[in-house]
C-alpha cells in the first residue's frame, strides 16, 4: 500500500493564527515524503523533503516549518499564518525504491484558506 | 524564469480529438519527465514518466521530449470526458530528490 493520509482536509484560519497539518504514510520504511504548496496559477511548489526521521530540507525560506518525529509522519506547521500561505497542501512519498525516476504519490491534500 | 513552462489553458476539445499538451524547461540537467494528471480538488496522480529524449506510449497517452530543445509533451488520442483535468509536466535531475514542476494545463472535453 502507497496510502498517503492527510488532515485536515479543508480548513479556514485568521491571519496569525498558528497551523499544523498532518500526514501519515503506509508502506514501505523510511520514505522520502514532501510537502507541496499548489496556489493558483503558481504550480506545485516544493515545499520541504525528508529522508529520515528529523531530517529535513527546506526549498523555500518563509513562515513555515516541517517535522518528522516518526519515520512514516510527516507535519506541517507555522506559529503565524500569512494571507499569502493560502493555498492546496499536498503530502507526497518517493515510490518505493524507484527513487530515481521521480515518481511521487500524492495525498488527497489539504485546503487551507487564511482571512 | 521559470524551471519548467506550461500554458496554464484551458483547453477545450470535443470528444475524440487528439490533444496536445506540452512544456518547456530551462534545466539542461534534468533527465526525468513525468506526466501527471490531478483532477479537481484531488492530489497529482503519475500518468507517464520518460527517461531522457524520445517517446513513450501507454495506451491513448504518448510521452515525447525532446532535450536539443528543451521540449516534453503529452498527446492525447481519442479523448474521453473522463480526461478532463489539469496536466502537470515535471523534471527530475539524475539522482535528485526533488521534482519540479510546470503549472499545469487544464484540459476539458466536452460531449
Known amino acids: 500500500s502507497q496510502t498517503i493520509h492527510q488532515w485536515p482536509a479543508t480548513l479556514v484560519q485568521p491571519v496569525g493564527s498558528p497551523l499544523s497539518l498532518e500526514c501519515t504514510v503506509e508502506?514501505?520504511?523510511?520514505?522520502?515524503l514532501y510537502w507541496y504548496r499548489q496556489a493558483a496559477g503558481r504550480g506545485l511548489q516544493l515545499l520541504f523533503y525528508s529522508v529520515g526521521i528529523g531530517q529535513i530540507s527546506s526549498e523555500v525560506p518563509q513562515n513555515l516549518s516541517a517535522s518528522r518525529p516518526q519515520d512514516r509522519q510527516f507535519i506541517l506547521s507555522s506559529k503565524k499564518l500569512l494571507l499569502s500561505d493560502s493555498g492546496f497542501y499536498l503530502c507526497?512519498?518517493?515510490?518505493?525504491?524507484?527513487?530515481?525516476?521521480?515518481?511521487?504519490?500524492f495525498g488527497e491534500g489539504s485546503r487551507l484558506t487564511v482571512l | 524564469q521559470k524551471e519548467v513552462e506550461q500554458d496554464p489553458g484551458p483547453l477545450s476539445v470535443p470528444e475524440g480529438a487528439i490533444v496536445s499538451l506540452n512544456c518547456t524547461y530551462s534545466n539542461s540537467a534534468f533527465q526525468y519527465f513525468m506526466w501527471y494528471r490531478q483532477y479537481s480538488r484531488k492530489g497529482p496522480e503519475l500518468l507517464m514518466y520518460t527517461y531522457s529524449s524520445g517517446n513513450k506510449e501507454d495506451g491513448r497517452f504518448t510521452a515525447q521530449v525532446d532535450k536539443s530543445s528543451k521540449y516534453i509533451s503529452l498527446f492525447i488520442r481519442d479523448s474521453q470526458p473522463s480526461d478532463s483535468a489539469t496536466y502537470l509536466c515535471a523534471g527530475l535531475t539524475g539522482g535528485g530528490n526533488k521534482l519540479t514542476f510546470g503549472t499545469g494545463t487544464q484540459l476539458k472535453v466536452e460531449l
Open positions: 507526497a512519498r518517493k515510490k518505493g525504491l524507484a527513487g530515481l525516476t521521480g515518481e511521487l504519490f
Open positions: 508502506g514501505t520504511s523510511n520514505p522520502n
